[in-house]
């Protein structure tokens, strides 16, 4: 039973990745009708996803609480979170709404800026503690991190403007061509996986590798 | 104990506190620092300069508490300059939970429900959840995938709404976030419908932008609050960015010196020991 369903599941992907492939490259009408309407499905089935996501959020951490597993206060907190903004956002209609955005802009804005904002300062800690010049590669990296800091921001054209200049040159020559490389390789991959899913050889989509 | 000791081994402490300082000052008293412009910012604001009367923009907003500091002021001040120009169709889409959040605050921060009218010159379609489905969906038939606004409002009952079908009829595309769904734009708009895309986005982010941006494929990178600060700086409405600079700067010497530092340091001691 298991082995028909995989290849029910397998046929269904196949089908749809071709109709979707096809429909890039041919104009006709009611394949581009039918991928529409499997694109639209896809977007619904995302929408899904999200409620599905809170359900086994709260499944997890009822579980955590009642079970006093390590840290279950913790859960305690997301679930009264999950549940107060839900019902703000339900009640008042919208989560543009004035109570909705109090909450947000007064609890949630200003806690993830913070913690996006405490990069800034393990990055100092960082540049104190280990970027040092130990090989011939590190003082490299140093010394092009220095150029394009200095390019980044105004202090560098203030102190002389062939600092950002340098700071250019090592992001144009070194850094996107670096950078285009990774992509290329990336979308490589992308594609062999791509066709691994469609003819049925990769597995994990389909709920395992076994 | 001495004070070279106290340092010594509360190190960590001192780096904080004086980057606190360094940060704290220039905000405060700001320096006044001159905003270079870079060319990608340029052609962002070239670009939207030069857009007609009919022509659309799309706006794709992935902002989060997170990335607030950074994006949100780009996506001001694009929204600003849109405003700005007659006769310009405004469509937003949100591809974060938190989206709708920040660009309804946009919205009035630029005052746009009283400069423009509702439905003819801008439409806020809300949260489409499904990454990179949602965007395919947008690009390849928007009333197909969506049939009410951000307010609930009937797609079709918005005059804008009526000569925008799909990618096709978008001008332009430029999306603000920190995640993936600006490539998706990029793989869904540009490559398929070949409509002009830009992003604004974090610092992190830039690095892959850059390699599309060389290659032509993307017409424009704002890059994080510098990015941000020129282009307030380009349509004459210095802001939050613009005064986030001089902290910016002063915290990359400051970093700069902290890595001296610690070379000196690592060098001397080095020397010590032999």
Redesign the interface.
Known sequence: MRTLWKYLTSAVLFIVALIILLD?AFEVPLLQRT???L??W??????C??GLGAYSLIVRHSRMIMRRTELWPYSIVLLVTMFVFTATGLITGS??SPE??WI?TSI??P???T???MN??F???A????????SGEAAIL?IA??FL??K???????ISPIL?AIGQQI??LA??TG??GI?IGIGVGTLALGLRVIIGQEKTPLGGAD | MSLRETIGRN??QV??IL?FIV?AIPLMNPIG????IDKTTKDVYDRIEALEPGDVAVLGCNI??????EVYPQYVSIIEHLLRKEGVKILIVDHG??G??FT??ALEETKAYSRKTYGEDFVHLGY????E??I??IC??LH??LKVDYEGNKLTDLPMMDDIKNAEDFTIVIDFTASADSQFWLNQAYA?YGTDIAFGLV?VKV??A??YY??GQIFGII?SL?GAAQYEVLIGKPGMAVKG??A?????????G??L???IV?FTQGRNKK
């Open positions: 890039f991928a529409t309407d694109n639209n896809a977007v619904v089935i995302g929408a996803a999200l989560i543009t909705y955005q947000y949630i804005q806690i993830s800026s913690l996006y904002g800034a300062f990055l100092a800690a540049s104190y503690r280990a970027f040092k010049a130990r140093l991190a220095v800091m200095l980044n921001a105004p202090i560098g054209m203030v950002p992001w144009d850094g996107a950078m285009r992509l | 190190y960590k780096i904080y980057l940060i620092l001159p905003v270079p989060g508490a997170a990335i607030y500091a939970t938190e709708p959040i309804q605050k489409v959840a499904g990454l489905a949602a395919a969906g390849r038939d197909a995938l398929t610092a690095p892959d850059y390699a060389t290659a890059e510098k600079m001089d910016q700067s002063l915290a990359h010497l400051y970093y700069i902290l890595i530092l610690c070379n690592y």
